[in-house]
């Protein structure tokens, strides 16, 4: 596993409740894929949370369009840019280095590097909802089933359920139909 438990208590204060026994620690990486264009690492995996590290080459496709019925799947980049398609209107944005977009259950999404240098950026899924098990069995040759599904017919929820800030001078999220 990529994440440790430790009673050492890092600069800053606990949240209220919280025992230093509770935070967890990144304390390395469970490479999933090293490619010279891509590369994929689990830094945390809990049943609460997901966190990975990918970088990407420019122009490739990371993920078609999908749903997620149980979590809520959200990107932090932080370095290039990604451009995604959202909700049942397919809108577009691009987000630069500082940007984020969360995609909650129901809400149709997909991704890919954008502009002329790679991306690197962090994916959340919380709940995990399987996605750690699916990097692996991605890495491992074995097929694993997890939370993710084809964008139903009426196009899953509008991209304004989406949340979307879209990093240092890049566009807001633009649709023709914004419902």
Not at 23 to 43: M, P, Y
């Amino acid at each position: 596993m990529a994440t440790r438990q430790t009673r050492a208590r890092r600069r800053g204060s606990l949240a209220l409740g919280e025992r230093a026994s509770d935070v967890t620690v990144i304390s390395d990486r469970e490479t999933i894929l090293h490619q010279k264009d891509r590369e994929i690492s689990i830094l945390v995996a809990r049943d609460e949370v997901t966190v990975t590290h990918a970088r990407y080459a420019a122009g490739e496709r990371v993920a078609g369009p999908h749903v997620h019925h149980g979590h809520t799947d959200a990107f932090y980049v932080l370095e290039g840019e990604l451009t995604f398609e959202i909700g049942r209107e397919a809108a577009t944005t691009t987000v630069s280095a500082g940007g984020f977009v969360a995609a909650p259950p129901g809400v149709a999404h997909s991704l890919r590097t954008a502009g002329d240098r790679p991306a690197r950026w962090l994916t959340i899924h919380a709940r995990d909802g399987g996605f750690a098990s699916f990097m692996r069995g991605l890495r491992d040759g074995v097929e694993v089933e997890w939370d993710i599904a084809a964008v139903p017919s009426d196009g899953g929820l509008p991209a304004s359920e989406a949340i979307v800030e879209p990093g240092v001078g890049c566009t807001r999220l633009e649709a023709e139909d914004r419902m």
